[in-house]
C-alpha cells in the first residue's frame, strides 16, 4: 500500500502548532512503525502522487479551501476539531468564509473516513457535517517525543538565566484563541498574586508577541487592569527542548480552556514530569488523567488550584508527577501510527 500525505502545513503558518506538529510526527511515526506500507507526499496544488492507493489529509480547515473538489482515489482526512462551528459566535466567519465551509462540508463527506483526535471531536463532526458515526474514527494523538522529566541541573541553570525564571511559576502553553480561555487565566492568577506577592506566571505562544492581533491586545490590557505586570513572564514562542525544561521545573501546567480538540500541552506537560491544572471539559476530559481539574468559567476554582499546588508537600508532589508520567504513556506515536493504518486497510478492503 503506497500511501500519499498532504505535507502542506509543514510549509505553512501551521507548521509549529498543533496541525504542523501532528503531521510530523504521524509521517515519522508511519515510517518507523508501518514500514511494510510506502509513502509519498505532496502539497496543496501539486497533483496526488500517480502510484498513490490512498491519500490522507492530515488537516482540515472549514473556512479554506484544503479538501479538493472532487476526489480521484480513497480519501481519509484528519478533523482536530470544529471549534469556529461550535461558537460561531466568538469566530465570524463572513461571507467568503461560509461559502468555502459549504464547499468544504460536501468535500468532507465525500471522504472514506474521517480521523479525529478524541470523542469529543468525534461527536462534533457526527453532529455538524452529518456524517455517519462508524465512518469517523478515533486515533488520539500524543506528546513528540523528547519530553521528558530528568532535565540536567545544567540545562536547568541555563533556562533560569536565559528566561529569567524566579524559583517557582506557573506555565501555560498554547495560542490565545477566545476558546483558550486566556482571560480566565489571568482574572484567577490575579487573584492568587494578591495572597502570593511573588507569584509568577509564564505564558508560553508566539501568539503572545504578535502585537497586532485583537487577543494579544486585550490580554496585554487585562494585565496591566489587573496590575500583574511584574508577575507576568511571555518569552513568544520557545523550542521543544526549552519547552521541556520549562515545563519539568515549573510548580504546573494551567490549561483552562473552554472547549479543546485534543490538548497536546497536557500531555507533554506530564511526560515532562509537570503536574496539570486543567479545565474539566470537551477532549480535555478524555486526555486529563491525574490532574487537578477545573471549571473553566468559574475562575475562583483557577484561583484554588492554584493555591492548592502552591502549597502541595513534596510526597504528595511526587505522586502527582509519578500518575502523570505514567499516564501519559498510555499516548504514544506507535499506537498513534498503527491505529492509522487499520483506518487506510479498512477503507482498501472496502474497496
Known amino acids: 500500500m503506497n500511501v500519499a500525505i498532504d505535507t502542506t502545513p509543514l510549509s505553512s503558518g501551521h507548521a509549529m502548532r498543533g496541525v504542523g506538529v501532528y503531521t510530523k510526527n504521524l509521517i515519522e511515526a508511519l515510517g518507523r512503525y508501518e514500514p511494510k506500507h510506502s509513502y509519498s507526499f505532496f502539497t496543496r496544488g501539486e497533483n496526488i502522487p500517480n502510484n498513490a492507493d490512498i491519500v490522507h489529509y492530515p488537516y482540515f480547515d472549514p473556512f479554506f479551501l484544503t479538501l479538493p473538489w472532487q476526489k480521484t482515489i480513497p480519501t481519509v482526512v484528519t478533523v482536530h476539531d470544529l471549534i469556529p462551528l461550535v461558537f460561531p459566535e466568538h469566530f465570524p466567519a463572513g461571507l467568503r468564509g461560509r461559502v468555502k465551509w459549504y464547499m468544504q462540508k460536501i468535500a468532507l463527506r465525500q471522504s472514506d473516513a474521517v480521523i479525529t483526535v478524541s470523542k469529543c471531536s468525534k461527536k462534533d ?106 508577575n507576568v513572564l511571555i518569552p513568544g514562542f520557545v523550542s521543544q527542548e ?40 470537551s477532549s480535555l476530559s478524555e486526555i486529563a488523567g491525574p490532574s487537578i481539574k477545573v471549571v473553566a468559567g468559574d475562575p475562583k476554582t483557577i484561583t484554588t488550584a492554584m493555591e492548592y499546588m502552591s502549597k502541595l508537600s513534596s510526597s504528595a508532589r511526587e505522586k502527582l508527577i509519578a500518575d502523570g508520567i505514567l499516564w501519559s504513556k498510555k499516548f504514544s506515536w506507535e499506537k498513534t501510527a498503527h491505529e492509522t493504518v487499520s483506518v487506510y486497510e479498512t477503507i482498501l478492503a472496502k474497496k
Open 125 to 230: 463532526v457526527e453532529r455538524i457535517v452529518r456524517i455517519p458515526e462508524q465512518k469517523i474514527h478515533v486515533v488520539y494523538s500524543a506528546a513528540t517525543p523528547g519530553y521528558e522529566a530528568n532535565i540536567s541541573k545544567q540545562t536547568q541553570t541555563k533556562l533560569k538565566a536565559a528566561y529569567h525564571l524566579p524559583s517557582h511559576y506557573m506555565l501555560y502553553v498554547g495560542d490565545v484563541n477566545w476558546n483558550k480561555n486566556v482571560g480566565g487565566l489571568l482574572s484567577a492568577f490575579a487573584l492568587f498574586a494578591r495572597a502570593k506577592k511573588d507569584a509568577c506566571l509564564l505564558l508560553v505562544g508566539g501568539a503572545f508577541k504578535k502585537e497586532n492581533l485583537p487577543e494579544t491586545k486585550q490580554i496585554w490590557q487585562l494585565i496591566r487592569d489587573a496590575h500583574i505586570e511584574q
Open 242 to 281: 526549552d519547552l521541556a525544561g520549562l515545563y519539568s521545573m515549573a510548580d504546573c501546567l494551567v490549561e483552562p480552556s473552554f472547549y479543546e480538540g485534543f490538548g497536546l500541552p497536557v500531555l507533554e506537560a506530564m511526560a515532562s514530569g509537570c503536574p496539570v491544572v486543567v479545565a474539566d471539559n
